[in-house]
């Protein structure tokens, strides 16, 4: 027997409908490619994606198509994350950081029949275009007086809308699991996967973000998203501040700590979100700074995801009264899975105490179930330190890749996400490392990373990178390769001693090797799968 | 195109799944029937479920089949919430309050197989059983010890859970639109009609519950919970509770202010929640307590629903440091439609001003949209000062009424609540009046509500009934009806001045009349239908 409540689905439509309707005056603020602050309401913003949704629907975009976008956190990209999903078409967002040949894989893969850019990747776009044959439509984010250097077929983004009208619009009213946008993810070996994210998820995960043990994001805050729209929809935070109201505050293309700085403190900004390396750039600047003016600040909290946050970090947030919240989460979660607030039991801790908390990745939100699991797939227990590989499920995870055969879930639904992680009684997880690079050995697990740690406080090491290497008897021995810093040096045993007090005998390195390079991702992260091969055994 | 998200249905088991998993060592302190103090983690609340979840199976009970309650707010009524729901059939809570005519009509409309009972009701359900051919099952919320006066027929709850298994229950999976509780509500005209929750629409206003622009309910709170799980879900927190893992103090049957005070004391309360009534009598205690008790008091805020707080409430909460949060809704709106939560401009207000806003109705939360219309349907403006009929909808917003034939519900869904209201610019909702109620004036309408309220302001008005009736040039005109205060007098000329300082000329009452009675229903409420045949002209 069903209910007898209204079957309205969840759209993202709606959400910008009760912005406009209850948060008339609240809105954006727009760092642009041109130079200049651009101020939007929730109630201009909804007029000029009502005119972009006629313009997108006059292209000839239909329901399900993908629109894809090569752009920066401003306003125009906003505007699109309405518009496009508003149709009920699909907002492809690219990562311009990517390699041009991964940006080609990628746009073809989607068969996106739009191309929406900033100005900064006119370059780009132009030199793209010949290899994205089934790209119909191309479209320069800007107005008529930046449209100099832009590809000869480009239109311009502010004479497309201007050629439509503001007026209400009727926004289609379809099935809530729809596609609502497609956000691919590169791995470090295969080509990139898209995961298609649906209107019915979007909303639900922004409701998450809006709940005090969530992201606490309300009408009574102003965020500054330091995390990119091209990635994981910048982790929700455009749908989710026009489903509490909350202003958005948007840097455009200058993510350096002084530009960071300075909209925080002129924007009298609460909130802020963004990755490890952002918050290194803007402790860089405020180490050049007068109290008086890092007093400016009016940030209350900061969210940090992506990879996890140093404890340097979080204690040098905390020293400026700025409480740091970890996430933890991936594209195919997206992204937030697991959030570090703490438990009224921890009221009584001590700061120290408090930041040994605040540096796992967090608990479960409701929607999430996690477990880890060992490597016959037994559920493991919930005890802190039995490491084991980290599943997920809920209804905002990935059940599959975007026109892809990978099947990302087990038989109960549980999707592997890759990491190596523990779980405490309270359901709090740190992750200890990569399933691919943990070191199996005499059936127990050594983490790379923590080793990898280890190794790097040793004052006269720069890098180290850890890899299991096949043993007859362990199954697997980890090997460590190290680079010194310039100008010090250290040996093996010297080394293998300061590591003994900080790791298990047994974890103890088979044997280090000091290297003058290590092999890096575009992104920077550690090649791992070249290290395995390079020191196989022959 | 469809998303490629998680298929997972929102269902009431996966609340107590989230909680015995992540929250285990919160849970539920319950004042019982019996006398004793009941404490009952989410782990073992869960436990206990699955045991009760068999023994309703083992009964027969099948999925979409209705099981009765009257019962006060105990964990042994919590642990119903969760099994009837968990394996798929409908919680049906009645208003043990009611007369038993109505609960007569009440159980046998809804065709209940099996109704549970506090052993308080032991008396009026042994009166019932007899005009209840349909209930099979008949069970009493006891042990065994407190058997000896309950109906032959009834089964006594702690043995019949005894007899089964608390291993891991596999909840079945189905359509999250299916109904999940059902609630009737009595309106002062024809029988009560039941508002059938589904699974969806608990879900989703659980988790705007959560949030920090609803109604803040973290894992911080420990909740007194004052509203009955017989009216509504108990606006919604059981679900809610378990969600994010508040704890959860039930009063039992005993909701006198100085029962409340000492149970808020005892565990530390941080949040609770209730009709004015309920605070008139918390307050009525404090009275007596010197500051010191009261400081005993950990409540940082209060939720007031069911009808309009009183300013002076709000005051009151207000100077012993705790936070009035108003709330309207109503059972088709399950129930949290508004939600007065201060905006960030508010924040300059002063103390007098602030309370002006939070004697309001509150602000539309997400999920739920609203309007008023004037007598053609016609949407007025948001411009806090023309009054029409408010309409909602949303996800939770009823639909329609359980094996009934009025459409609740416009051709574009929305809702009509029989409210008169006003909604100023930023979604604030006033309540003036009751549709049927409201007086239309010259095109105008006055609101009977603040007639009566500006006649009690009068020092010898005791109470004041203002009604329309019908008058050849204006449609409508006000007619007073006023009981004096003992021993005091004044006469329709004294009472007309102090009104025309109060109100609007043209709201001046046609006639004013002293009387030495009005009608009322049980509950307390003005038989205005009564009243207007009664001064009918002839």
Chains 1, 2 share one sequence.
């Not at 609502?180 to 996967?193: E, I, Q, R």
């Not at 700074?289 to 400016?296: C, I, R, T």
Request: proline content about 6%.
């Amino acid at each position: 027997m069903l209910g007898l409540m209204q079957d309205k689905p969840l759209l993202v439509s709606s959400l910008l409908d009760h912005a406009e309707r209850f948060h008339p005056d609240q809105g954006l603020v727009s760092r642009t490619c041109e130079g200049v602050t651009v101020r939007e309401t929730y109630a201009q913003l909804a007029a000029r994606v009502r005119r972009l949704a006629r313009a997108l629907v006059a292209m000839g975009i239909k329901p399900g198509d993908r629109v894809a976008t090569m752009a920066w956190n401003t306003h125009r990209h906003v505007e699109l994350y309405f518009a496009v999903s508003g149709i009920g078409a699909v907002l492809h967002t690219v990562n311009p950081r990517l390699f041009p040949e991964q940006i080609d894989y990628i746009i073809n893969h989607s068969k996106a029949r739009a191309l929406f850019f900033d100005i900064t990747f006119g370059e780009s776009v132009a030199a793209l275009l010949p290899t994205l044959p089934m790209v119909e439509e191309v479209v320069a984010m800007t107005d008529e007086r930046h449209m100099g250097s832009m590809p000869d077929d480009a239109q311009c983004y502010e004479d497309l809308i201007a050629q439509h009208e503001e007026s209400p619009y009727d926004w289609p009213q379809f099935d809530e699991r729809s596609a609502s946008s497609l956000c691919y993810t590169s791995g470090t070996t295969g080509n990139p996967k898209g995961v298609l994210y649906s209107h019915r998820s979007t909303l639900l995960h922004s409701m998450m973000t809006c709940q005090v043990d969530g992201l606490q994001l309300s009408s009574r805050d102003t965020t500054l998203l330091c995390v990119p729209l091209f990635h994981v929809n910048a982790w929700g935070m455009p749908y989710a501040s026009a489903m509490c109201g909350a202003n958005l505050v948007l840097p455009g293309p200058n993510l350096d700590g002084k530009s960071l700085f300075d909209l925080a403190v002129e924007e009298n900004c609460t909130f802020s979100l963004g990755v490890p390396t952002v918050w290194l750039g803007f402790f860089g600047h405020l180490e050049g700074l007068d109290p008086q003016s890092v007093d400016q600040l009016s940030l209350k909290r900061v969210m940090i995801g992506g990879s996890a946050a140093p404890r340097e970090i979080i204690r040098k947030f905390d020293e400026i009264g700025i409480l740091t919240i970890q996430a933890w989460g991936m594209t195919e979660t997206s992204p937030v899975a697991t959030v570090c607030n703490l438990l009224p039991k921890h009221a009584e801790l001590s700061k120290s105490e408090v930041l040994d908390i605040q540096t796992l990745q967090g608990r479960p939100v409701f929607g999430v179930d996690i477990r880890v699991t060992d490597d016959a797939g037994e559920p493991l227990p919930f005890d802190g330190k039995t490491p084991g590989d980290l599943q997920v499920r809920g209804p905002w995870v990935a059940s599959g890749y975007y026109e892809h055969d990978a099947t990302s879930l087990d038989t109960e639904g549980w999707f592997a996400t890759g990491d190596v992680a523990t779980i405490d009684a309270d359901g709090f997880v740190r992750i200890t490392d990569r399933s691919k690079d943990v070191i199996k050995s005499g059936g127990e697990w050594i983490s790379s990373i923590d080793l990898e740690n280890a190794a790097v406080s040793h004052p006269a090491v720069a890098e180290a990178a850890v890899i299991g290497i096949p043993h007859d008897k362990w199954q697997e021995r980890p090997l460590m390769l190290v680079i010194l810093k310039k100008g010090q040096t250290t040996d093996r045993e010297a080394l293998r001693q300061h590591l003994s007090g900080l790791v298990a005998t047994w974890w103890l390195p088979e044997d280090i090797l000091f290297v003058d390079d290590l092999p890096h991702t575009a992104t920077g992260k550690l090649q791992k799968m070249i290290l395995r091969q390079q020191y196989a055994p022959a």
